[in-house]
């Protein structure tokens, strides 16, 4: 085998170690709810898991704040997630506004590693 051969060998094997890591990690870059793709909207699987709604209620808590408005968290209808340096989530969360319910899609950027959480969008939905 001449030494172009075995350096290409390396550098094919060594790629492909690369793309088995990253598929591997992947899964975990979502908290485990299956592979995500670098900047792409994901739908989220589960809408009723803790760390959702705990997103749903901190996205309706910081616009009250940041409006004076009154809106209580009700549930999330659905929801997406997005991979960034964090992780981006786009929810329609049902609100109460005294004794209407409305829709409203919300989005946070969320680090929990750095305990920082942003509300980025919110808005009712139209249809």
């Known amino acids: 085998m001449g030494a172009l051969s075995r350096r290409s060998s390396l550098i094919l094997l060594l790629q492909m170690v690369a793309v088995v890591s ?15 793709l670098l900047g792409g909207w994901q739908p989220i699987k589960d809408i009723k898991d803790p760390h959702i709604k705990e997103i749903g209620r901190f996205a309706v808590n910081e616009y009250n704040n940041q409006t004076s408005a009154s809106l209580r968290f009700k549930k ?13 989530y786009r929810l329609i969360i049902a609100a109460k506004d005294g004794k209407t319910t409305r829709n409203y899609e919300a989005v946070v ?16 939905v139209t249809h």
């Open 22 to 36: 990253i598929l591997s990690v992947a899964p975990l870059a979502g908290g485990g709810r299956g592979l995500l």
């Open 76 to 88: 999330v209808m659905s929801g997406e997630s997005q991979v960034v340096a964090g992780m981006n």
């Open 109 to 124: 950027w969320d680090k929990p590693w750095e305990h920082f959480r942003q509300l980025t969008s919110f808005k009712p």
